[in-house]
Nanobody, 124 residues
């Protein structure tokens, strides 16, 4: 079992930056995938970014490419999402997720463990 706790959300002006953190506990493995998802007001949950815990593959949603960077610090058991050039449409609850698979996926049902979420609000 993997336990996940997000932090770093807040209120920021358009064009600003935030860095989200996801502290993971429990045993990690070479087949562990980590992802960020978000859900804006009145919207369905959508994929943001994902990375293999062991490194290598990284996926980004088209809407965040060039602005967001996903990374992890294995020694600290922490996943990060650096968000730059934020837009009002980035507003939502951001959740960290983990799943075991031989391939890195972008669908929410491929992830089995979820954090509580952290609110990101981007003002115009």
């Amino acid at each position: 079992q993997v336990q996940l706790v997000e932090s770093g959300g807040g209120l920021v002006q358009a064009g600003g930056s935030l860095r989200l953190s996801c502290a993971a506990s429990g045993r990690t493995s070479s087949n562990l995938n980590m992802g960020w998802f978000r859900q804006g007001p009145g919207k369905e949950r959508e994929f943001v970014a994902a990375i293999r815990w062991s490194g290598g593959s990284i996926y980004y949603a088209d809407s965040v490419k060039g602005r967001f960077t996903i990374s992890r610090d294995n020694a600290k058991n922490t996943l990060y999402l650096q968000m730059n050039s934020l837009k009002p449409e980035d507003t939502g609850v951001y959740s960290c997720a983990a799943g075991l698979s031989l391939r890195l996926g972008t669908a929410a049902d491929e992830y089995h463990y979820w954090g509580q979420g952290t609110q990101v609000t981007v003002s115009s």
